[in-house]
């Protein structure tokens, strides 16, 4: 099973796009998964073309996106229950909102978004990953989103961009 991640998209926004090397892994992914700050339905319409997307909403999304998707959601894959959930919120970091999310959930992967900062790391037994962002990489030198691979094991895969 093939997942692209990614999150904070934030698009239309001026002349970004979607990068052709995020659209190419799209176009062998088994699932698309976008933790939200979409911003617009345009991002989830091109995306499906590619695979079946899977996603919540976040901070900056129009009321398009926020009727289409939840604040966060479960999926189950492959016998692995993968948390999604953007991270904004008051108080504490970003990584412990979206730890908190689920906190009521036995999962064994969060993916989330807000910070735009790619990570990965395990809090616990639950391997916690931020894919960053493929078109809005702030002050950080890279764009970037992932692609989880899960067979008889879970690998996951940053592309910097």
Request: glycine share 8%.
């Amino acid at each position: 099973m093939k997942i692209v991640l990614l999150a904070d998209t934030h698009l239309p926004s001026g002349r970004n796009k979607l990068p052709s090397r995020l659209l190419e892994a799209c176009g062998t992914a088994d699932l698309i998964i976008h933790a939200g700050d979409w911003k617009s339905m345009q991002v989830y319409e091109e995306l499906s073309q590619y695979a079946e997307v899977i996603g919540v909403s976040g901070n900056v999304d129009d009321e398009d996106i926020r009727r289409s998707f939840p604040l966060k959601q479960t999926v189950e894959v492959s016998d692995y229950r993968i948390g999604i959930v953007h991270g904004h919120g008051e108080g504490k970091t970003t990584e412990k909102r979206a730890l908190e999310a689920f906190e009521d959930e036995a999962v064994d992967i969060i993916v989330f978004g807000h910070s735009h900062i790619p990570m990965m790391r395990y809090a616990g037994k639950t391997l916690m990953i931020n894919p960053g962002s493929p078109t809005a990489k702030r002050k950080l030198p890279n764009y970037s989103f992932c692609i989880l691979h899960i067979e008889q094991e879970v690998r996951v895969e940053f592309v910097f961009l």
